[in-house]
């Protein structure tokens, strides 16, 4: 099964489905975050890559149930929620090139 006809079935199902399905990616985000906190030098990258894809779609869920609510406060504070995300993947991909040798080209501007 695709995440495209998975997103969609989310998004044609009720309201309390799409709150359990939210619940879950929280504790899975949770969870790999405690995790990545215990975790050796190469798990905790990963276990850090999946905690944040966790709380993206968490995040979009949120804001999925919330917008018939308050569309413009579900639609800010989703937007916090996804630059945070942004900012820790930005994090995670100059780690990884530092890894497979750009990280002399990452001092050199001044990145890492």
């Known amino acids: 099964m695709t995440a495209t006809v998975m997103m969609e079935r989310l998004a044609d199902g009720s309201p309390r489905s799409k709150a359990r399905t939210a619940g879950a990616f929280w504790l899975m985000t949770m969870v790999t975050g405690i995790m990545a906190i215990s975790a050796g030098d190469g798990w905790k ?14 995040t ?9 609510v308050n569309e413009n ?3 800010i504070a989703a937007l ?5 995300s942004a900012s820790g993947f930005a994090h995670y991909a ?8 750009v990280g002399p080209l990452c001092e050199a501007l001044g990145l890492a």
């Open 45 to 58: 990258l990963a276990a850090n890559i999946v905690a944040t894809t966790c709380y993206v779609a968490a």
């Open 60 to 68: 979009l869920l949120v804001y999925e149930l919330l917008k018939p």
């Open 73 to 75: 406060l579900s639609r």
């Open 80 to 84: 916090f929620g996804l630059l945070g």
């Open 94 to 101: 100059l780690q990884i090139g530092a890894r497979v040798g």
